[in-house]
């Protein structure tokens, strides 16, 4: 939110956490304009409401990051409850879903925009104890494949990015913040350190820019070199 603000967007904020206030008001105590609605990404009801919000509040929606997501407790498949996997199902990957209907929706109607979905390292490898992440994950790079032939003569662009372990509230929930769980961050990643969000920011904002205009159905991949090694 903030990397687009500076590239100088207005920034709608759909999330059911309220810290979103807190980057709201980072951004406009820069002078950009943003604002904060509360947003459940699991109903499609939602999701037509917020891009309708964008809209109404900005007189247009150009682009959309489809980010919320979420990271169940790690233990193998057998373990594994159906709360659990439908929590992963429901805001991973069926919340990109209803995100998408509702932002193509509009773009249809006003002649293109882009799109980048959140998949991540996991959306491209088995990760060990991870399985109903794993499966919304992967899930989505098929999502935003398919959906990117559908709309690609439309000037609709959707693309997605695939993270490594990045240094985020949910990394140290898995990790900790022990010299232990950073040593396991850095042992994951060849480049020897996490990811930091503003570089993420920074894929995702060229791939809604014009300079990205020939990418269509990329699954771009910013891990530090995690999934090759």
């Known amino acids: ?12 904020i ?5 810290r979103a206030a807190e980057t709201v008001a980072a951004i406009t105590a820069a002078g950009g304009k943003a604002a904060y ?8 009801a939602a999701m037509t409401a917020l891009v309708e919000e964008c809209v109404s509040r900005f007189g247009s929606m150009d682009f959309a990051f489809n980010n919320a997501g979420v990271l169940p407790p790690q233990r193998p498949l057998h373990e594994v409850t159906e709360a659990e996997l439908d929590l992963a199902i429901d805001v991973d990957l069926k919340g990109v879903f209803f995100a998408m209907q509702a932002e193509i929706r509009h773009f249809l109607k006003v002649g293109g925009g882009a799109i980048v979905n959140m998949s991540s390292g996991a959306g491209l490898v088995g990760t060990k104890g991870a399985a109903a992440y794993g499966a ?12 990117a032939l559908d709309y690609a003569t439309q000037g609709i662009r959707i693309n997605c990015v695939c993270p490594g372990v990045i240094e ?12 232990e769980g950073r040593a396991a961050v850095v042992a994951m990643e060849p480049v020897g350190r996490p990811g930091q969000p503003e570089e993420i920011a920074s894929a995702v904002l060229w791939l ?6 020939f990418a269509i159905g990329s699954a771009m991949v910013v891990d530090g070199g995690h999934t090759i090694a």
Request: negative net charge.
């Open 136 to 147: 919304a994950k992967h899930a989505v790079i098929g999502l935003t494949r398919s959906a």
């Open 14 to 18: 759909g999330d059911v956490d309220d």
């Open 1 to 12: 939110c903030i990397a687009f603000a500076n590239a100088g967007a207005a920034v709608l």
């Open 168 to 179: 985020t509230n949910m990394m140290r929930e898995v990790f900790g913040t022990s010299d």
């Open 37 to 44: 609605v509360k947003a459940d990404v699991t109903s499609a």
């Open 208 to 213: 809604c820019s014009q300079h990205a205009g």
